[in-house]
């Protein structure tokens, strides 16, 4: 079975446009979440979709917005992106919804702001 | 509002010898409990996790944790470590049902070093 796919792997923007990732999770898998990795903060987390809806968002501002379609597949958008946007996105999926099940990650979109 | 910590920043060990990492959680209620690895220029990969049952769980590659309640502690262990587990390991909690959906908290990450 695939596993989660992440497009594109890298990316370079300037600061102030926008950016869309996108994600593929694994066959079956109706729940994906999306995190950012920064050498300073960590791994957060961004917010959830399952059946295109929002179930769950982390403390991101306004500009990380995110949907998922109805395939499962799911996109994030970040717009008037900032310097410190410069990090790795991670998208994982999951089979078990609610019920706190183990998530499978993707390989990362690096973006980098300059 | 859950929190993970990680007592170590980076573990440096020889092959052969024995490994504990350190994990503590902050969360009165039911958790489940996951490691995860990174190995380097690899994506996240999960190594074990905890639901209920046993509180000792074996994972991958050798791999295993023991969760205690009472200390909210989910320490990873390997009896003898490779050159090739160098990787980074993070310790993460969620909580079933409620509102937490689809998120997982997670620690600051371990840095290990294996030294062949």
């Known amino acids: 079975k695939a596993g989660v796919t992440q497009t594109p792997r890298y990316l370079i923007k300037t600061r102030g446009q926008q950016v869309t990732l996108s994600c593929s999770p694994i066959?079956?898998?109706?729940?994906v979440s999306w995190y950012q990795q920064t050498p300073g903060q960590g791994l957060q987390f961004l917010f959830e979709y399952f059946s295109e809806t929002q179930r769950n968002k982390g403390n991101f501002p306004g500009r990380f917005s995110g949907r998922q379609f109805s395939n499962s597949r799911s996109e994030m958008n970040v717009s008037t992106l900032e310097l410190g946007d410069s990090a790795l996105y991670l998208c994982?999926?999951?089979?078990?919804?609610?019920?706190?099940?183990?998530?499978?990650f993707g390989p990362g979109t690096r973006l980098t702001v300059t | 509002a859950q929190s993970v910590s990680q007592h170590n920043h980076h573990v440096i060990l020889s092959e052969a010898a024995s490994l504990e990492l350190g994990c503590n959680y902050s969360y009165g209620g039911t958790v489940n409990l996951f490691w995860y690895v990174q190995y380097p220029g690899q994506h996240l990969q999960l190594l074990l996790k905890?639901?209920?049952?046993?509180?000792l769980v074996k994972g991958i590659k050798g791999f295993e944790a023991e969760f205690i309640k009472s200390k909210f502690s989910f320490n990873l262990r390997k009896p003898s470590v490779q050159w090739s587990d160098t990787a980074e390991y993070f310790c993460a909690v969620t909580t079933p049902g409620g509102t937490s959906y689809g998120k997982l908290t997670f620690g600051q990450g371990t840095i290990l070093t294996v030294h062949p």
């Open positions: 066959s079956g898998h109706r729940s």
């Open positions: 994982a999926s999951s089979l078990l919804t609610g019920t706190g099940g183990e998530q499978y």
């Open positions: 905890y639901f209920s049952g046993d509180p």
